[in-house]
């Protein structure tokens, strides 16, 4: 996650943040993964100035938390979508089982299992 720099404020002022900056750091606490000091230290931030950011996203919640909108229904699929989705599905598992056999006798040939080696990345 990239460090977001504060906005410089004139000559030695304190910098302000960005709203979403300070949103992140206060969700990041408010989850409990993170103590007030490790945030700090994340962020290269003081303790108070976390804390600062937890208060003020209490404070305006309300204003900054947009509802979700509604999700509205999916439209009806026409009969053709319909029929192209079930042909792109068709084509999709022939693939999956063509690769599938491929890797049985490529672990058949080289007496490995392919499937497992992958698998550890």
Do not use: C
Request: net charge positive.
């Amino acid at each position: 996650m990239k460090h977001e720099k504060p906005n410089k404020g004139i000559k030695g002022r304190i910098p302000t943040y960005s709203a979403s900056f300070k949103v992140q750091v206060a969700l990041e606490y408010l989850d409990g993964d993170y103590s007030l000091t490790q945030l700090a230290r994340k962020y290269e931030l003081l303790p108070r100035q976390v804390e600062w950011f937890v208060y003020w996203y209490r404070k305006n919640q309300a204003s900054i938390v947009t509802e979700k909108p509604s999700e509205a229904e999916p439209a009806p699929l026409s009969l053709k979508d319909s029929k192209d989705l079930e042909k792109k599905i068709a084509l999709a598992e022939m693939k999956i089982a063509a690769l599938e056999k491929v890797i049985a006798l490529a672990n058949e040939e080289y007496g490995t299992d392919l499937k497992k080696k992958a698998a550890t990345r």
